[in-house]
C-alpha cells in the first residue's frame, strides 16, 4: 500500500508541474490509415466497434478487472520513485519496452532469430495498439496506455520464467503514471488498457500459430559430402541451430521462399575456391580496424544481437527526431517486421542449400591449420544472417530518415563485411545476404509507407542492389 501511495504522490507532482498538452515537436500522423500488422480477430465478419470492446476477451490473458488508479495499491517498491515515472511515462512508450526486451534477450541468451521473432510480436502489438485506438483517440496519453498494456502481456508471454507478476507490473505502473501525469479520465484510462490487452492477444495467438515451436528430426538433414554443412572446428557442434526457422509464419511475404537468394557459387568451380583464397587471404592479413569491425559485429547468444542493435539505432534516430509514441511505434513495427522476415528468408535459403563453411574446405585443401578470427556458428553459411537483417534494416530506416540513407546502407555494408573479416563467410554469402534483406525492406516499406516514402529510401540502396 504504502509503494503504490507513494506512486500516486510521485505521478501526481509530476502532473501538477507539466501542462496536459503534447510535449513532443512532431505531430501524431492519422493512425486511421496505418497498416496494421497482425491479423485481426473475426468480429463476424466486420472489426467490432470499440465502444463494445470487452476487458479480456480471450483465455490466453488472465481477466482481470477495469483499471482504475486504486490498482496503484498492488504496484512494486520500485516503480515509486521520480525515475521510473520519468522512463515510462515520457516520451515515446515503446522505447522503454523495447530496452527491456533486449534486456530480456540477453539475459535468456537467444539468438537473433528468436530475439527478432520476440521484437516483431511486440512492436506489432504497440503499433496495431494505436491504429486501433485512432479511430477513437489520438491523444497521446491514451497511445501511451494502450502502448504499455499490448506490450506488457507480449512480453510476459514471451518470458514466462520471470518473476511472476513482474513484467505485468511493470505494465500497470506505466499506465498510472501516465494517466497521473497527463490527467487522463478513468474512462479513458480502462479504455485504452483494454484495446491493449486485445491487441496483445492478436499478438499472442499469432505467435502460438507461427511454427516457432516446431521440432526438428535430425533424420531430414542431407546426405555428407564434400559440399554439404558438417560440424566445424573449433566448437564441431553436429546439429545445426534453427534448422526449421525458414519455415516460419512471415509477416509480409507470402513464406520464407517468395524473396530468395540465387543458387550458390557451384561447389569447387573456380569462382568458389577464388572466393575460398580470399577469406584465407584476409584472414592472415588482418588489420586492427578489421578486427574492431568484427568484433564489434561478433553478436549471439549472450548478447542484443544484430536486430538489438538496429533496434538502439533506430531508437537514437527517434530520439534525435523529437517523434512521439505514435512515430516510434510505426517505425519500430516496420523496422522488427523487416528484419524478422528477411532472417526467416535467410535460413530458408540456409537450409535449402545446406553449404559448407569456409573453414572446412580451408582446412580441407588450403591451410590444414586454419582457423577464422571469429568462431562459426553451427548453420550452414549461404546467406549471411547478419548481412540480410542488417540490408532489410537499413532499407526500412533509410525510407523513415532519408537524410541519414547514406550512413544507414555503410552500416549494413560494414555488417556484411564483418562476417568476412572474422572468416566465417565468403564474399558472395554477404553480398547475396545483403541483397536480400534490402528486397525484404523494401517489400514491407512499400506496405508501411507506400510507394513514393518506399521509393526514397530505395534510391539510396547500392546499383548492385536494384
Excluded at 538433414?221 to 558438417?230: E, I, K
Excluded at 543458387?263 to 587471404?281: C, D, I, M, N, Q
Excluded at 530520439?319 to 528468408?345: I, P, Q, Y
Amino acid at each position: 500500500m504504502a509503494a503504490g501511495l507513494c506512486l500516486l504522490l510521485c505521478v501526481g507532482g509530476v502532473a501538477a508541474e507539466a501542462p496536459p498538452t503534447r510535449v513532443f515537436a512532431v505531430s501524431t500522423p492519422d493512425a486511421n490509415h496505418w497498416v496494421r500488422w497482425l491479423p485481426e480477430r473475426p468480429h463476424g465478419g466486420e472489426q467490432k466497434p470499440l465502444a463494445s470492446l470487452p476487458a479480456v476477451p480471450s483465455p490466453l490473458l488472465s481477466p482481470s478487472p477495469p483499471l482504475s488508479m486504486a490498482d496503484g495499491a498492488s504496484l512494486p517498491q520500485g516503480f515509486s520513485s521520480q525515475a521510473m515515472v520519468q522512463k515510462w511515462a515520457s516520451g515515446p512508450a515503446s522505447l522503454p519496452w523495447n530496452s527491456l526486451a533486449l534486456e530480456l534477450v540477453v539475459k535468456y541468451q537467444q539468438n537473433p532469430l528468436r530475439a527478432a521473432r520476440v521484437l516483431a510480436h511486440l512492436h506489432a502489438a504497440a503499433n496495431d495498439a494505436i491504429a486501433q485506438l485512432a479511430m477513437t483517440s489520438k491523444v497521446e496519453a491514451a497511445q501511451a496506455v494502450a502502448v504499455h498494456a499490448a506490450a506488457s502481456a507480449v512480453l510476459a508471454h514471451f518470458y514466462p520464467r520471470e518473476s511472476p507478476g513482474r513484467i505485468e507490473a511493470i505494465g500497470i505502473g506505466a499506465m498510472l503514471a501516465v494517466a497521473a501525469r497527463a490527467r487522463v479520465s478513468p474512462e479513458t484510462l480502462a479504455f485504452a488498457a483494454a484495446l491493449g490487452r486485445r491487441t496483445a492477444i492478436e499478438a499472442i495467438e499469432r505467435a502460438l500459430d507461427d511454427g516457432g515451436d516446431a521440432t526438428w528430426n535430425p533424420a531430414d538433414r542431407p546426405a555428407a559430402g564434400p559440399p554439404v554443412w558438417r560440424a566445424a572446428p573449433p566448437l564441431n557442434l553436429y546439429n545445426p541451430s534453427e534448422p526449421l526457422a525458414g519455415n516460419w509464419r512471415t509477416w509480409v511475404l507470402d513464406d520464407g521462399r517468395e524473396i530468395s537468394p540465387p543458387a550458390p557459387l557451384p561447389f569447387g568451380s573456380a569462382p568458389y575456391w577464388t572466393e575460398a583464397a580470399e577469406v584465407l587471404r584476409v584472414s592472415r592479413a588482418l588489420t586492427a580496424e578489421q578486427k574492431r569491425i568484427a568484433d564489434h559485429w561478433n553478436l549471439d547468444r549472450g548478447s542484443v544481437t544484430p536486430p538489438g542493435v538496429w533496434n538502439r539505432k533506430a531508437i537514437e534516430l527517434v530520439a534525435g527526431s523529437g517523434w512521439g509514441t505514435a512515430e516510434a511505434a510505426r517505425v519500430l513495427a516496420a523496422l522488427n517486421v523487416a528484419m524478422s522476415d528477411a532472417l526467416v528468408a535467410c535460413w530458408r535459403a540456409k537450409f535449402d542449400h545446406w553449404t559448407v563453411r569456409p573453414v572446412n574446405v580451408i582446412r580441407e585443401k588450403l591451410a590444414p591449420d586454419f582457423l577464422p578470427y571469429l568462431l562459426t556458428p553451427p548453420f550452414p553459411g549461404y546467406v549471411s544472417g547478419h548481412a540480410a537483417a542488417s540490408g532489410a534494416a537499413a532499407q526500412v530506416l533509410a525510407a523513415f530518415f532519408p537524410e541519414r540513407a547514406a550512413e544507414l546502407q555503410e552500416w549494413a555494408d560494414e555488417a556484411a563485411m564483418s562476417r568476412l573479416y572474422g572468416g566465417i563467410h565468403f564474399r558472395s554469402d554477404n553480398t547475396e545476404g545483403l541483397r536480400l534483406g534490402r528486397a525484404v525492406g523494401r517489400r514491407v516499406i512499400e506496405r508501411s509507407l507506400g510507394g513514393d516514402r518506399a521509393r526514397a529510401g530505395v534510391e539510396q540502396s547500392r546499383p548492385a542492389d536494384q
